[in-house]
């Protein structure tokens, strides 16, 4: 079974101000891939970024990117030039690589990061 | 593209009570997920739909939650009797799974809030 461990329940800077978001996984699977998700008070989640374990290259989306340690297990998410509108849950997920045959697996979630954009 | 789309958005029920809900995935999506979501965790996969075809409900309490997904297509989600425990938001995603292994993105929906009294 795989685990995702968020250890920052809550965070809060000040807008434009670069903030880390810290996630931890176990898993004994080669194969998987890491997500962040972003879920404001509406609730929908929405997908931030994501990282396949088997690229060595660090994620990028705009002012978002991942620091992807495999071999630690680690999974971080920076926020550059943060936004109000960055205020939101954010979470951090798993999901092992599909099996031939097809289908996927469901998310596993860590237990979330409340971050807070002050103005 | 129209989203996931899921019903009703709130509701407000007593305990002992029966309650259902109701998602459309996005079109042309073949698997279908649910997750609960309660306060203050990250969402949890109740089961996993390929098709019509239940593949995964190892968390689904069954003694009072029952699924469908008649034609592939819409899902119906049921709890009877409600417990107080069962307070939650309950997502619903979909992807297009394919036989090749790569990954597609599980697009979610709003969620139905849930509140047991």
């Known amino acids: 079974a795989q685990t995702v461990t968020q250890s920052q329940p809550e965070m809060s800077v000040q807008e434009a101000e670069t903030v880390t978001l810290s996630c931890t996984y176990d898993?004994?699977?080669?194969?998987?891939?890491l997500f962040w998700y972003k879920q404001p008070p509406s609730r929908q989640m929405i997908l931030v970024i994501r990282q396949e374990a088997y690229k060595q290259q660090n994620a990028t989306e705009n002012r978002f990117s991942v620091n992807f340690q495999k071999a630690a297990k680690s999974f971080s998410l920076k926020i550059s030039d943060s936004q109000l509108g960055d205020t939101a849950m954010y979470f951090c997920a798993f999901i092992r690589g599909s099996r031939s045959g097809g289908g996927a697996d469901g998310l596993t979630f860590g237990k979330g990061t409340h971050l807070i954009i002050q103005p | 593209e129209a989203g996931v789309v899921q019903s009703p958005r709130y509701k407000i029920i007593e305990k002992k009570q029966p309650v259902a809900f109701w998602c459309n995935p996005i079109?042309?999506?073949?698997?279908l997920y649910w997750y609960r979501q309660n306060l203050g965790q990250g969402p949890e996969l109740l089961i996993r739909y390929e098709n019509e075809e239940a593949v995964d409900d190892s968390q689904l309490p069954k003694d009072r939650f029952s699924a469908e997904r008649l034609k592939g297509v819409d899902s119906t989600l049921k709890i009877q009797p409600a417990e107080l425990g069962d307070s939650a938001v309950y997502l619903c995603?979909?992807?297009?799974?394919?036989?090749?292994?790569?990954?597609?993105?599980?697009?979610f929906g709003p969620g139905t809030r849930l509140t047991v009294l």
């Open positions: 995603a979909s992807s297009l799974s394919s036989p090749s292994g790569f990954y597609n993105e599980q697009f």
């Open positions: 079109s042309g999506h073949n698997t």
């Open positions: 898993t004994s699977e080669n194969n998987y891939y």
